[in-house]
C-alpha cells in the first residue's frame, strides 16, 4: 500500500510562449488607409533636382515641370484562423479562446512587419559587405541618407537585429549624455530600458527587431530609412479579429484579418546595413 498520493498542480492562466506579438515598423512607415480597392497609390513629388535659373534674354522666366511619380501598393488578404472542438477547449489547460485570439493576432501583427520588411529589402543603397556593428557603420548609414538629401526631421529609423544592437551597446558614444539623453546601462527612473520600443540616438529612431532577414547569422539585413520611403496600405477597418463559437459542431474560433500592401516609394531614402551577427547566435 503506498504511503503517498501527489497531486499535480495545474496553473489555469497560461504564459505567452516566446514570439514576436505586434508590429513593430507600422509606426515607422508612410501608412495610407485604403477605403475600397485593392491598390493604394502614393504620390511622391520634389522638383526633379532642377536648380535657380535667371530670366532669359526675351524677358520671360523660364518654366519647368514638377517630378511627380505615383507607387501603387497592391494589397492582397491575410488571414489566420485558429478552431478547436468544445472538448478541447474543455478538457485542456488554460483558456484556450484567449490564447487563440492572441495566438492569431500574433500570427497577423507579424505578417505586416514581414510586408514592410520585404520592401526595405529591395532597396539598392547599401554598407558593403557584412562586417559587425561599429559607430562607423551607423554613420556611414547616415551620411549616405545625408548625400541624399534625406532630411533628419526626426522621421528616420533604423531596424536592427539583436545582434547589432548588442555591438552598439558597447560602443563609447552610444551612452555619451552629448549624444543621448537616455543612456544605454544607466539605472533609475529615467533610465534606458529594454523594452518594446524605440530609442534616439544621433537624430535616428532605433528599433530592434527579431526577424530581419539573416537574424543571427553573418549576413543579417539592417535598414536605416526615412519613413517617407515605405509606403503601407491597409483597409480602413485595420485588423479584423473576430471570435465566435458553432453551436451545430461545437467548435469554438478566432480569426485575424488584414487587407493590406507595402511599396519602396524612395530608394534614396533606405539604406541596407549588411551586418555580420553571426558572434552572438546561440552555439
Known amino acids: 500500500m503506498a504511503d503517498t498520493a501527489f497531486q499535480i498542480q495545474y496553473r489555469q492562466e ?57 507607387p501603387v501598393a497592391t494589397l492582397a488578404e491575410w488571414h489566420d484562423l485558429v ?68 532630411p533628419f526631421d526626426g522621421n528616420v529609423w533604423a531596424a536592427i537585429t539583436p545582434g547589432f544592437e548588442a555591438y552598439l551597446l558597447q560602443v563609447p558614444e552610444f551612452g555619451k549624455a552629448d549624444y543621448v539623453t ?23 529612431n532605433w528599433l530592434v527587431h527579431p526577424t530581419l532577414p539573416g537574424a543571427g547569422t553573418s549576413a543579417e539585413k539592417c535598414f536605416m530609412y526615412h519613413k517617407s520611403a515605405i509606403g503601407h496600405g491597409v483597409n480602413t477597418a485595420g485588423i479584423q479579429t473576430p471570435i465566435g463559437y458553432d453551436e451545430e459542431q461545437d467548435y469554438s474560433w478566432a480569426r485575424a484579418t488584414v487587407f493590406m500592401g507595402s511599396k519602396l516609394l524612395q530608394n534614396s531614402g533606405i539604406v541596407v546595413m549588411n551586418h555580420d551577427g553571426s558572434a552572438f547566435a546561440a552555439q
Open 14 to 70: 497560461f504564459i505567452a510562449g516566446f514570439e514576436a506579438r505586434q508590429s513593430l515598423l507600422r509606426q515607422s512607415v508612410t501608412t495610407e488607409a485604403v477605403i475600397k480597392g485593392n491598390q493604394a497609390t502614393f504620390l511622391v513629388a520634389d522638383s526633379g533636382g532642377a536648380a535657380a535659373v535667371t530670366r532669359g534674354v526675351n524677358g520671360m522666366i523660364p518654366a519647368r515641370s514638377d517630378n511627380l511619380s505615383q
Open 83 to 150: 478552431r478547436k472542438t468544445g472538448f478541447n477547449v474543455f478538457a485542456s489547460q488554460g483558456d484556450q479562446r484567449a490564447i487563440m485570439q492572441q495566438t492569431t493576432m500574433g500570427v497577423i501583427n507579424r505578417k505586416v512587419d514581414s510586408d514592410i520588411i520585404t520592401e526595405l529589402n529591395t532597396a539598392t543603397n547599401d554598407t558593403g559587405a557584412a562586417v559587425p556593428a561599429t559607430l562607423g557603420m551607423a554613420l556611414y548609414a547616415k551620411t549616405i541618407l545625408g548625400n541624399n538629401a534625406v
Open 182 to 204: 537616455m543612456k544605454p546601462l544607466d539605472t533609475g527612473a529615467t533610465a534606458w530600458k529594454d523594452t518594446v520600443g524605440f530609442w534616439r540616438w544621433i537624430g535616428i
